[in-house]
Nanobody, 115 residues
Framework: QVQLVESGGGLVQAGGSLRLSCAVS????????MGWYRQAPGKQRELVAE???????NYADSVKGRFTISRDNAKNTVYLQMNSLKPEDTAVYYC?????????WGQGTQVTVSS
């Protein structure tokens, strides 16, 4: 069974930075798309950023210029560098991969930005 383990969440003041990591294990083939989603209380889960196996990236408008997604294919790990954090970035962040045409999700990591 494919496993995704996230780390790096926490509490930070507005304007600060955090780096999320998601390590994927138990895969035998290359991973297609890797990405990050988030869900704030009372809101729907939304795409934050994604990156394809070729390195093409896509960002939500709300994070463009502040967040950077990257991946290390040798380590099967995807990262999300979050800078200039705002209180509205507060949410549970979920790692997502598309592997052999199936979606897999991490358990989520809390990011809280205080004003």
């Amino acid at each position: 069974q494919v496993q995704l383990v996230e780390s790096g969440g926490g509490l930070v003041q507005a304007g600060g930075s955090l780096r999320l990591s998601c390590a994927v294990s138990r895969t035998s083939f290359s991973i297609n798309t890797m990405g990050w989603y988030r869900q704030a209380p009372g809101k729907q889960r939304e795409l934050v950023a994604e990156i394809t196996s070729r390195g093409t990236t896509n960002y939500a408008d709300s994070v463009k210029g502040r967040f950077t997604i990257s991946r290390d294919n040798a380590k099967n790990t995807v990262y999300l560098q979050m800078n200039s954090l705002k209180p509205e970035d507060t949410a549970v962040y979920y790692c997502n991969i598309v592997y052999l045409w199936k979606d897999y999700w991490g358990q989520g990591t809390q990011v809280t930005v205080s004003s």
